[in-house]
Nanobody, 128 residues
Framework: VQLQASGGGLVQVGGSLRLSCVAS????????LAWFRQGPGKEREYVSA????????WYSESVKGRFTISRDINTNSMYLQMDSLKPEDTSVYFC??????????????????????WGRGTQVTVSS
């Protein structure tokens, strides 16, 4: 299984970026795919998640209304459209896939340890 994130870069405050994550190696029909981010010296933080088969999605409060998660089943790709970027959005962004199983705790989608597969991160830097 491979998850490949891309699309990061340097952008000014208020600007936009679109991250992509290409997933390969297995079917993700019973998975949630998500974006996490991790700043220097900080813990990995949940950003957004989407159910691969149904498309239901969720966001952290810090990005709600500014970021939009989507996926393209035909190309096995997930996206994160990031608008109105702020300096505090500066982080390395990771995509992850977690299998939906009955033994996972309620609210597991925000917990990095519950994800089975991770891609390498892509750096997003928002300059003020």
């Amino acid at each position: 299984v491979q998850l490949q994130a891309s699309g990061g870069g340097l952008v000014q405050v208020g600007g936009s970026l679109r991250l992509s994550c290409v997933a390969s190696g297995r079917s993700f029909n019973q998975h949630v795919l998500a974006w996490f981010r991790q700043g220097p010296g900080k813990e990995r933080e949940y950003v957004s998640a989407i159910v691969w088969s149904g498309g239901s999605s969720w966001y952290s409060e810090s990005v709600k209304g500014r970021f939009t998660i989507s996926r393209d089943i035909n190309t096995n790709s997930m996206y994160l459209q990031m608008d109105s970027l702020k300096p505090e959005d500066t982080s390395v962004y990771f995509c992850a896939a977690g299998q939906i199983t009955a033994d996972k705790p309620i609210g597991w989608i925000v917990k990095p340890d519950e994800y089975d597969f991770w891609g390498r991160g892509t750096q997003v830097t928002v300059s003020s």
